[in-house]
Nanobody, 114 residues
Framework: VQLQASGGGLVQAGGFLRLSCGVS????????MAWYRQAPGKERELVAS???????TYENSVKGRFIISRSNAEDAVYLQMNSLKPEDTAVYYC?????????WGQGTQVTVSS
């Protein structure tokens, strides 16, 4: 699988960003997808996930602010991030499990200034 994330950047608190992840070399529609993030000095954490059927889950701190979605026509997964906070600053990774192993994209930096 290849995972190519984009859309990160620098934004002020209260602003928004939309992350995109293009996926190739798998039958995208059959795979659950997820967004993780890793802040400096912290462990990587699950932010949101979406099943092949469209069911979603969210980490508590992003509920009501972030929305994960997918387009099986475009082989892509998205993360709409609203009401951003400085504590959302991190490198964001899209991810899936292939052949029993979690796979990662290259990450995209999100920086939220106060």
């Amino acid at each position: 699988v290849q995972l190519q994330a984009s859309g990160g950047g620098l934004v002020q608190a209260g602003g928004f960003l939309r992350l995109s992840c293009g996926v190739s070399r798998i039958i995208f529609s059959a795979y659950d997808m997820a967004w993780y993030r890793q802040a400096p000095g912290k462990e990587r954490e699950l932010v949101a996930s979406i099943t092949s059927g469209g069911g979603t889950t969210y980490e508590n701190s992003v509920k009501g602010r972030f929305i994960i979605s997918r387009s099986n026509a475009e082989d892509a997964v998205y993360l709409q991030m609203n009401s951003l906070k400085p504590e959302d600053t991190a490198v964001y990774y899209c991810s899936t499990v292939e052949h029993g192993r979690r796979r990662w994209g290259q990450g995209t930096q999100v920086t939220v200034s106060s």
